[in-house]
């Protein structure tokens, strides 16, 4: 997995945007960039609202695609926690001649030590007197302060991309439905004693578990064999089909990234342990995940091709020795 994954960098604008991993990684930054898709300036565009935190910085940034499928558009907001910094705020913009105003609320903003906030804010994106995209649960006070209305098109979420840190357990919080809660996930990969002396570095069987809710869903034995692979679980009967790649943990120096892809499959009953020609967005074989994705873009051609009921998670957990 040698490949850039795209980081933004969202933190000063004076800083130079840089997609090197490794500056990423040296500071320990953690990233959560979630992207919709919805209609602005007369146009179907991407929207991706990106939280960013590391020992000194928090910040949010909001960017809309421009022409060609670029990031022309952007809002950074930074969190300083050694001076005042705007709580809430609003920034404008053009997009093909027609402004769009990012409006946020973060003063009773509820983060519980992570990267996103979980409760008490809004993010707000609005266009032509509607609210095109609305982040958070203080909706009724983000529809009173912009004066607008609900867009007549609900946005769509395509993707959530976040980046995590840990040296042998994984956790994050997230959504695998709009509809649905929040689901505690965790990945862990350890060292199980005894095996043959030749298997993983310490002699023991390396292996990988993967918990939704605290519930075991995915147990991996003989990692260093199965470092690429795929399985269905179920949860609360929504079928999700998950991917990973870990690779780099295993035998790549330094720093590195592995790959997790938790892709919900809607309306299906029937479950698929194995991965079958008709999804090739997803074939494993050889090449890595963070190839097959595109991770350093922001655009889900390729992804799925089952349009706006497609939804993916990407978890890179980067592992610290």
């Not at 649960?137 to 840990?166: M, N, Q, V, W």
């Not at 995940?289 to 890179?316: A, H, R």
Request: one cysteine or more; a neutral charge; proline letters at 5%.
């Amino acid at each position: 997995m040698q490949d850039a994954i795209g980081i933004p960098s969202c933190f000063s604008a004076g800083d130079r945007s840089s997609d090197d991993p490794a500056a990423v990684t040296r500071s320990g930054q953690s990233v959560f960039m979630s992207v919709y898709r919805t209609k602005i300036a007369d146009q179907c565009r991407l929207i991706t609202v990106t939280w960013c935190k590391n020992s000194l910085l928090h910040g949010l940034d909001v960017s809309l695609q421009g022409p060609d499928r670029e990031d022309h558009y952007s809002c950074k907001v930074e969190l300083k926690p050694w001076y005042f910094w705007r709580k809430q705020g609003c920034k404008r913009f053009l997009v093909d001649g027609k402004p769009v105003d990012v409006f946020w609320d973060l003063k009773s903003a509820k983060f519980d030590g992570g990267t996103e906030p979980y409760s008490d804010y809004y993010v707000a994106v609005v266009c032509d007197e509607e609210v095109v995209l609305l982040v958070g649960d203080l909706k009724k006070d983000a529809y009173r302060r912009t004066g607008c209305r609900p867009a007549l098109i609900d946005p769509i979420l395509l993707s959530r991309r976040e980046h995590i840190f840990g040296k042998k357990r994984f956790t994050t919080r997230a959504k695998l439905n709009e509809k649905g809660g929040y689901h505690e996930i965790s990945i862990e990969c350890k060292n199980r004693p005894g095996g043959h002396p030749s298997e993983s570095n310490g002699g023991g069987e390396t292996e990988m578990e993967i918990r939704v809710d605290g519930q075991l869903m995915i147990h991996v034995r003989h990692l260093q064999w199965k470092f690429r692979g795929n399985e269905c679980i179920y949860i609360n009967k929504l079928r999700v089909e998950i991917y990973w790649d870990v690779h780099d943990w295993l035998f790549s120096p330094g720093l590195r990234h592995a790959l997790f892809i938790f892709k919900p499959v809607l309306g299906s009953m029937c479950p698929s342990p194995t991965l079958s020609s008709e999804s090739p967005s997803f074939r494993l074989g050889s090449t890595p995940l963070s190839s097959q994705t595109g991770s350093s873009s922001v655009s889900t051609e390729g992804i799925s091709s089952g349009g706006s009921s497609d939804f993916c998670l990407f978890v890179y957990a980067w592992k610290i020795e």
